[in-house]
């Protein structure tokens, strides 16, 4: 079986513009999360989706949206890049939103300049 | 709010034993996570402690002191392909995987 898959790879994009990552969940996962790994830092909360509704959000500006399709892949948007936002995005599936068990995606390593 | 410390940095030698700390300030307890991240690559999951005490799998253990706040990872026999960082994590508030993690333990295995 697939496990989560992830696009693009890599990303660079410029200060101001906007990117969209793609994530697809593990086959019969119906819960999507999504992480921001700075380089050295540990990841950090962005959302959690579950049966295409936002069911959790993290300490993260309006730039920063997301959805659930009904295959339950998952896109996250984000505006108006900055600097900052330079890290690699984790997509994270489990079977529902209270599963302890919840597998990682191979991440989309964004670089703004 | 939710506060979890770990090392950011440890050097142990091929074969030996090595233990990873983590203290954490959580609102509730839902459980303890450890993560193993490769340089580059996800994190895949380790173990998930609940109750106290020390829960072993193989040449990883992981103990949890819930009155303490604190919980480490132990790993034997180490190997070089042990060399990887090392996360805690904990569920924010009642939702079982959405995870604060730590900042990770970089951990060197040298021969």
């Known amino acids: 079986d697939a496990g989560v898959t992830q696009s693009p790879t890599h990303l660079i994009k410029t200060r101001g513009q906007h990117v969209t990552l793609r994530c697809s969940p593990i086959?019969?996962?119906?819960?999507v999360s999504w992480y921001q790994q700075v380089l050295g830092q540990g990841p950090q909360f962005i959302f959690q989706?579950?049966?295409?509704?936002?069911?959790g959000r993290g300490n993260f500006p309006d730039r920063f949206s997301a959805r659930q399709f009904p295959n339950y892949s998952s896109e996250l948007n984000v505006n108006a890049l900055l600097l900052g936002d330079s890290a690699l995005y984790l997509c994270?599936?489990?079977?529902?939103?209270?599963?302890?068990?919840?597998?990682f995606g191979p991440g989309t390593r964004l670089t703004v300049t | 709010g939710q506060n979890i410390d770990q090392p950011t940095e440890m050097t142990a030698t091929e074969g030996a034993i090595v233990q990873i700390n983590c203290t954490y300030q959580?609102?509730?307890?839902?459980?303890l996570f450890w993560y193993q991240q490769h340089a580059g690559e996800a994190p895949t999951f380790l173990s998930y402690?609940?109750?106290?005490g020390l829960e072993e799998k193989g040449r990883f253990s992981s103990f949890l002191s819930r009155s303490k706040g604190y919980s480490y990872l132990l790993l034997k026999e180490l190997q070089m392909k042990d060399s990887a960082s090392y996360l805690c994590?904990?569920?924010?508030?009642?939702?079982?995987?959405?995870?604060?993690f730590g900042g990770g333990t970089r951990l060197m295995v040298k021969p």
């Open positions: 994270a599936s489990s079977l529902d939103r209270g599963h302890y068990e919840q597998y």
């Open positions: 086959s019969g996962h119906k819960s």
């Open positions: 989706y579950y049966e295409k509704e936002e069911r």
């Open positions: 959580t609102s509730g307890f839902n459980g």
């Open positions: 402690n609940v109750l106290d």
């Open positions: 994590a904990a569920p924010r508030g009642n939702a079982g995987n959405m995870l604060t």
